[in-house]
């Protein structure tokens, strides 16, 4: 496709896949440093894996950014060396969700979650760790596995198009479970007036419990229309673009209400997960590839962009 946009899209690619490496280098670093004994029984079988999930997506991200500069910077690029490192960064990325999350869903399963007790209620320990936990390494891994089996230059695109739109979706269905899990537990942790007298955690509670459920039913609905696209050149990659700046903008706001507002009525679990333990944080970098695609045009030969 010719664009209008060519370089600027290129250079947000560079700022994404900058920010993902980067992140979870650092990640990884920081949990290798500051994770404690192995004698302890839920550090050797939660926190060791969870090491080797992040070094699995930090791998992910070195991957992506080495394509990303070869996409810009060699002619010749091919297409084949593309779906390589798209496959690669895929399984990587898969890796990195069953790794870091699987055993802790296991423990919550089991009732443990820590040695505190402060997650002893079954109620709030399932939607606070389990079935976030679960969903993403089990359910979000096996999109990942059959969207790396679907990309295969030898293979007709359709099924790696849909499956990364379905892939893409579950992404945003895992960030709003996840999210609104957290939210749940930080109103049991703080009561109701943590949202009714402070305007910016109501605002951070809304857009999360509904603003990505909205985001996830207009994802699912986008993905359904598009099921069946034989080539990328026949997706409406606006709409695309828009998905993935609304995604982006939603960690982009997180953050940037903290540097500004601090952690609004104490600190706590939500803002302990926003800010200290979620290792999605690179994403408020997407809206640098998202926008670029809103205004994305095809040369004037090909067939209108459905």
Known sequence: METKVDWPFKIGLLFVSTAFFSYMLYEFTNGIINRGPLTVFFILVTDVPGCIGMASRAAAGLISLVAVLSFIFKRDFSRPEAVMAIRLIVLFEAGYWFMSFFM????GINGIFDTSGAFADPFLLT??????????SIGLVAVLLKLFFELNPNKPARGAIKWGLIAGTFYIFVFWVNNTGNWIFALWEKGPDYIRLYPINLFSFIITTVGLLLLV???AYFTKKSIGKESLTLLNLNTVGVIVTLVGLYFGAHYMMYIFFGSVGGWGTWYAWILGHNLDLWAMALP???????????NPESNAMK
Do not use: A, D, R
């Open 127 to 136: 939607i606070e760790n389990t079935l976030p936990s679960l969903l993403q």
């Open 288 to 298: 640098f590839v998202g926008l670029p695609l809103l205004f994305i045009t095809k």
């Open 104 to 107: 802790s869903g296991v423990m």
């Open 217 to 219: 039913i207009y994802s």
